[in-house]
């Protein structure tokens, strides 16, 4: 069965530059979520989106932003990057359908950036 | 907001021994709970989802949880530990009051000896 894919795998950064993770979701899939795990931490909640609209906000900073496109697709941009950014970043999606609570989040294997 | 609390943040058990992963909630409206197993580097994995009627739940790999409201729990258990259950185990909730979104505990590290 297809899974959510990430792209790229690994980036390495220094400070002070951008950063653009991609996201495709798992076909039909309706909502999109981006987590950030720092090392031996759990993944805190960033950013989700349902059917393109930004749905709910989490711990996202202000130097970074997201968005989902027609295809589904979605991508996290980061500038001005800091060494603290350095962490796995994950993306999810889920089928939230008719409201359906409780629709169990799919991830892919995640992104690691490394800001040096 | 929902929160959860897994006690532990290792844990060590023998190969064929029982395995034992706790986690409580903090919800004001019926949560829905559910358990994530990470390998090194990779995703999340779902390993199981309670949401309504039976609140005993079986999931992939022989692991099953546990709802129970009066403890405000969601245990994970398996029987019988094996080597390949070695990983970062989450345990996760979301009650639709705060969004769709998933909050995670803070995860417990499972190491099975042989």
């Known amino acids: 069965a297809a899974g959510v894919i990430q792209s790229p795998r690994h980036l390495i950064k220094e400070k002070r530059e951008t950063a653009t993770l991609k996201c495709y979701p798992i076909?039909?899939?309706?909502?999109v979520y981006w987590y950030q795990q720092g090392p031996g931490q759990d993944p805190q909640f960033l950013i989700s989106?349902?059917?393109?609209?930004?749905?709910d906000k989490g711990s996202i900073p202000d130097r970074f932003s997201a968005q989902q496109f027609s295809d589904y697709h979605s991508e996290l941009n980061m500038s001005s990057l800091e060494l603290g950014d350095s962490a796995l970043y994950f993306c999810?999606?889920?089928?939230?359908?008719?409201?359906?609570?409780?629709?169990?989040?799919?991830f892919g294997n995640g992104t690691r950036l490394t800001v040096t | 907001a929902q929160s959860v609390t897994q006690l532990g943040s290792h844990v060590s058990v023998s190969e064929g021994a029982l395995v034992l992963l706790r986690c409580n909630y903090s919800s004001s409206v019926p949560p829905y709970l559910f358990w994530y197993v990470q390998y090194p580097n990779q995703g999340l994995q779902l390993l199981l989802k309670y949401t309504t009627g039976a609140t005993l739940v079986k999931g992939i790999n022989g692991f099953e949880a546990e709802f129970k409201k009066s403890e405000t729990s969601f245990h994970l258990t398996k029987p019988s530990a094996h080597m390949s259950d070695a990983a970062e185990y989450f345990c996760?909730?979301?009650?639709?009051?705060?969004?769709?979104?998933?909050?995670f505990g803070k995860g417990t590290s499972l190491l099975v000896t042989p």
């Open positions: 989106f349902y059917e393109k609209m930004q749905s």
């Open positions: 999810a999606s889920s089928l939230r359908g008719g409201g359906t609570w409780g629709s169990p989040l799919h």
């Open positions: 996760a909730v979301s009650d639709g009051n705060s969004g769709y979104a998933l909050n």
């Open positions: 076909p039909r899939h309706d909502t």
